[in-house]
């Protein structure tokens, strides 16, 4: 196991260009490192004996850019993976380098990479409005996940091809995650701040995480499809690992709370 990993980790990056943050690993696990001990550690402390912070602008405009970034991503990813056609849904293969759409596909993966460091704003957030609650095992968990797993995606797998197409589910969830928490913080001051339709947020996310794993299922039934046969392997383990941490968050926030109030 530890040669194999050495080995992984000691592989040649298949695409030559290798943009920020996509390069080190050195890089991306100090910034995740900074980001836990903050959030987690340091944060908390600094905030202990301080009053919270009214960050409401900064967040409305936060969620106001996630909101437009995710639109702007989805739209291009739509475009990319159904408009030229290039795609076989049957083996979803990276485009070859020389590929007259590649730029395009290197870009537009790499604005999905981006977006996870963005995500991580919405911790610093919690910690500076004294929000420790919201400040879970799964918040934590699915940050941190996300960066280090796009992160491998794109050095080992190149831009583009099976994991670029999984991420427009994702992105599609991001829009409506922003923008409820766009509509809430307009809701503020109302005894009632959650909005009608939250917990379709978590049931959109175990649909998206369903969704993938059963692709990633078909995709390894593909004998032909030995290139993306790694990758399908561990985006369905995660996507696993992400409908069992969902589904429990749903049942204590929802379901048993509902319970209780009966």
Same mark, same amino acid.
């Given at each position: 196991?530890?040669?194999?990993?050495?080995?992984?980790?000691?592989?040649?990056?298949?695409?030559?260009?290798?943009?920020?943050?996509?390069?080190?690993?050195?890089?991306?696990?100090?910034?995740?490192?900074?980001?836990?001990?903050?959030?987690?550690?340091?944060?908390?402390?600094?905030?202990?004996?301080?009053?919270?912070?009214?960050?409401?602008?900064? !967040?409305?405009?936060?969620?106001?850019?996630?909101?437009?970034?995710?639109?702007? *991503?989805?739209?291009?990813?739509?475009?990319?993976?159904?408009?030229?056609?290039?795609?076989?849904?049957?083996?979803?293969?990276?485009?070859?380098?020389?590929?007259?759409?590649?730029?395009?596909?290197?870009?537009?993966?790499?604005?999905?990479?981006?977006?996870?460091?963005?995500?991580?704003?919405?911790?610093?957030?919690?910690?500076?409005? +004294? +929000?420790?609650?919201?400040?879970?095992?799964?918040?934590?968990?699915?940050?941190?996940?996300?960066? *280090?797993?796009?992160?491998?995606? *794109?050095?080992?797998?190149?831009?583009?091809?099976?994991?670029?197409?999984?991420?427009?589910?994702?992105?599609?969830?991001? !829009?409506?995650?922003?923008?409820?928490?766009?509509? =809430?913080?307009?809701?503020?001051?109302?005894? +009632?701040?959650?909005?009608?339709? +939250?917990?379709?947020?978590?049931?959109?996310?175990?649909?998206?995480?369903?969704?993938?794993?059963?692709?990633?299922?078909? =995709?390894? =039934?593909?004998?032909?499809?030995?290139?993306?046969?790694?990758?399908?392997?561990?985006?369905?383990?995660?996507?696993?690992?992400?409908?069992?941490?969902?589904?429990?968050?749903?049942?204590?926030?929802?379901?048993?709370?509902?319970?209780?109030?009966?």
């Amino acid at each position: 196991m530890i040669g194999y990993l050495k080995e992984v980790l000691s592989r040649t990056p298949p695409d030559p260009v290798r943009l920020p943050l996509t390069n080190s690993h050195g890089s991306v696990l100090a910034i995740l490192v900074s980001y836990l001990l903050l959030v987690k550690v340091v944060g908390p402390r600094i905030m202990e004996n301080r009053k919270p912070f009214d960050l409401s602008g900064v !967040i409305k405009v936060y969620n106001i850019v996630q909101i437009i970034y995710n639109v702007v *991503l989805f739209a291009c990813e739509a475009f990319f993976i159904l408009g030229p056609g290039i795609y076989s849904f049957k083996c979803l293969e990276n485009l070859p380098l020389d590929h007259e759409w590649k730029n395009f596909e290197r870009w537009a993966s790499y604005a999905y990479y981006f977006n996870k460091y963005m995500d991580l704003l919405e911790t610093f957030f919690f910690v500076l409005r +004294k +929000k420790n609650q919201q400040i879970s095992f799964l918040h934590v968990f699915h940050h941190t996940y996300m960066v *280090l797993f796009v992160f491998a995606i *794109l050095r080992y797998h190149g831009y583009g091809g099976f994991g670029f197409c999984m991420s427009i589910f994702n992105v599609g969830v991001h !829009i409506m995650m922003y923008t409820y928490y766009y509509q =809430s913080s307009l809701n503020q001051n109302s005894k +009632k701040k959650d909005l009608w339709w +939250k917990h379709y947020i978590t049931i959109a996310q175990l649909v998206q995480f369903g969704v993938i794993l059963v692709y990633s299922i078909y =995709s390894l =039934s593909q004998p032909e499809c030995s290139s993306t046969r790694m990758w399908a392997t561990y985006t369905g383990g995660s996507s696993i690992i992400f409908i069992i941490l969902f589904t429990n968050f749903y049942y204590h926030a929802y379901i048993r709370t509902k319970k209780k109030a009966l």
